[in-house]
Nanobody, 121 residues
């Protein structure tokens, strides 16, 4: 089993910044792609940004130029630096990771419990 724990959410004024962190722990051989998703009240969960174990990152159009995803693979940790926050960024932010438990195992997807980000106008 794998646990993903997010931190760094909170209340911030429009134009401000927050940095989210996600730490993966448990039976991990390798963490492949990791990503941040968010879900606002009454809306479906949507992709914010994804970072593979190698290769380029990908962002939702709504956050390009404002958010930066990064990871420390040695620590199985992922970050989301969020700048110039807008009220429409208000949501619960979830961490996702695709994990190999062992060298020959199939990948499994895991989700964190979510962290609330609230941006006031």
């Amino acid at each position: 089993q794998v646990q993903l724990v997010e931190s760094g959410g909170g209340l911030v004024q429009a134009g401000g910044s927050l940095r989210l962190s996600c730490v993966a722990s448990g039976t991990i051989f390798r963490v492949n792609a990791m990503g941040w998703y968010r879900q606002a009240p009454g809306k479906q969960r949507e992709l914010v940004a994804v970072i593979p174990s190698g290769g380029s990152t990908n962002y939702a159009d709504s956050v390009k130029g404002r958010f930066t995803i990064s990871r420390d693979s040695a620590k199985n940790t992922m970050y989301l630096q969020m700048n110039t926050l807008k009220p429409e960024d208000t949501a619960v932010y979830y961490c996702n990771a695709r994990v190999l438990h062992y060298f020959f195992s199939a990948p499994s997807d895991y989700w964190g419990q979510g962290t609330q980000v609230t941006v006031s106008s």
